[in-house]
């Protein structure tokens, strides 16, 4: 998905593409991990883009709503990313780092099985590891 393509959809649903609005999809766009709303909102300031967090707040599940970004919910905290590839999470309890990580094939057949032997329809999963990485497992 190319940013244009995002911000055609936000026009397409007779919404404003505002600066904040802009900035906030650019920002994630040019992200290659999850981010919270403060880091968010530290890279807005960068861009002299002073957002109150209530404002920001209404942003983002707007954005999150229409499915133009996704929220992730890891260890009680908001993280927001552009929707990409089926990945899962790695998060590292020390520094508190994320990192995205895909998972092969045989998680594919699990679902697939979960679904035959429950008559369940999966629409959506998500899967977070927690642990140590590498820096802080020298600590």
Same mark, same amino acid.
């Given at each position: 998905m #190319?940013i244009e393509?995002i911000y055609e959809?936000?026009?397409s649903k007779?919404?404003? +593409?505002?600066?904040?609005r802009?900035? =906030?999809?650019?920002?994630?766009f040019?992200?290659?991990c +999850?981010?919270?709303?403060?880091?968010?909102?530290?890279?807005l300031k960068a861009?002299?883009i002073?957002?109150?967090?209530?404002?920001? $707040?209404?942003?983002?599940l707007?954005?999150?709503?229409?499915?133009? =970004? #996704?929220?992730? #919910?890891?260890?009680?905290?908001? $993280?927001?990313?552009?929707?990409?590839?089926h990945?899962?999470?790695?998060v590292?309890?020390?520094?508190?780092?994320?990192?995205?990580?895909? =998972?092969?094939?045989?998680?594919q057949?699990?679902?697939?099985?979960?679904?035959?032997?429950?008559?369940?329809v999966? #629409?959506?999963?998500?899967?977070?590891?927690?642990g140590?990485?590498?820096?802080c497992?020298?600590?």
């Amino acid at each position: 998905m #190319t940013i244009e393509t995002i911000y055609e959809t936000i026009k397409s649903k007779g919404k404003r +593409l505002s600066k904040a609005r802009k900035a =906030i999809i650019e920002i994630l766009f040019q992200s290659p991990c +999850l981010l919270s709303t403060s880091d968010i909102i530290i890279k807005l300031k960068a861009r002299k883009i002073q957002p109150n967090r209530s404002t920001m $707040y209404r942003e983002l599940l707007f954005l999150a709503k229409n499915n133009i =970004i #996704t929220k992730e #919910t890891i260890a009680e905290k908001d $993280y927001f990313e552009l929707p990409t590839d089926h990945h899962h999470h790695l998060v590292c309890t020390g520094c508190n780092t994320i990192k995205k990580v895909v =998972i092969g094939r045989h998680l594919q057949k699990e679902e697939k099985q979960l679904e035959k032997d429950n008559e369940f329809v999966i #629409t959506n999963h998500s899967i977070e590891f927690f642990g140590l990485c590498r820096n802080c497992r020298k600590v």
